[in-house]
């Protein structure tokens, strides 16, 4: 099946510095990626949707300012947290979609200290 | 909108025996759902998914699930539970094909005892 990758696994930061994970998929053209960030024990939470050569459509109550997403390439989505703070802190997930599925990323770690 | 709703946070069963993980969904046109599974500190493994044909659905691990339009339900189900099984289950639902999101239920936490 098709792989999507995710780097770092894991990052610790300091506040207010920024972090920015990749997203590729690997063996497929990804026109349109995702991007959740999971809390503890909870959901996925979808905070936006990356479309290849366009600005990204961000879900409500997300700050675009904060997380900047960019997708360069049909196999590259980033998400760069700006000025991170503790309650960034989270597991971030991307996934990359085809026609009828969507592939997720192992997962990205933010600790922020 | 489509949403998707997880009724149990938890499902504790013993090993060997039947356990069913409900998932009911809400979407304006076809539906196509998914189940994933997550280990600690993982990230999601596809188990199956619905598009369209028969409403029986086979996926990895032994695991099957059944898509009932009337009742909008696509519970998860396995016939005799392992230990190994025990972990965080969602329920996905997207709307058609193309760049149409996904959307994930709150999960459903399943203890296997031994």
């Known amino acids: 099946g098709a792989v999507v990758s995710q780097h770092p696994s894991w990052v610790i930061c300091k506040s207010g510095t920024s972090v920015k994970i990749e997203c590729r998929s690997l063996d497929f053209q990804a026109t349109t990626m995702f991007w959740y960030r999971q809390f503890p024990k909870q959901s996925l939470m979808l905070m936006a949707t990356?479309?290849?050569?366009?600005?990204?459509?961000?879900e409500q109550g997300v700050e675009k300012d904060k997380f900047l997403i960019n997708h360069a390439s049909l196999t590259l989505s980033t998400l760069t947290v700006t000025s991170a703070h503790p309650e960034d802190s989270s597991f971030y997930i991307c996934?990359?979609?085809?026609?009828?599925?969507?592939?997720f990323g192992p997962g990205t770690r933010l600790t922020v200290t | 909108a489509q949403s998707v709703a997880q009724p149990e946070d938890q499902v504790n069963v013993a090993e060997g025996n039947p356990l069913t993980v409900k998932c009911t969904y809400s979407v304006s046109g076809n539906p196509y759902l998914f189940w994933y599974v997550q280990y600690p500190n993982r990230g999601l493994q596809f188990l199956l998914k619905?598009?369209?044909?028969?409403?029986l659905v086979k996926g990895s691990y032994g695991f099957e699930a059944e898509f009932n339009k009337s009742q909008t339900s696509f519970h998860l189900k396995k016939p005799s539970a392992l230990v190994s099984d025990s972990a965080l289950y969602f329920c996905a639902v997207s709307e058609g094909s193309g760049g149409f999101k996904t959307i994930f239920g709150a999960g459903t936490r399943l203890f296997v005892k031994a």
């Open positions: 996934s990359a979609r085809d026609e009828y599925e969507q592939y």
């Open positions: 990356s479309n290849e050569g366009s600005k990204a459509t961000y």
């Open positions: 619905y598009i369209t044909g028969d409403n």
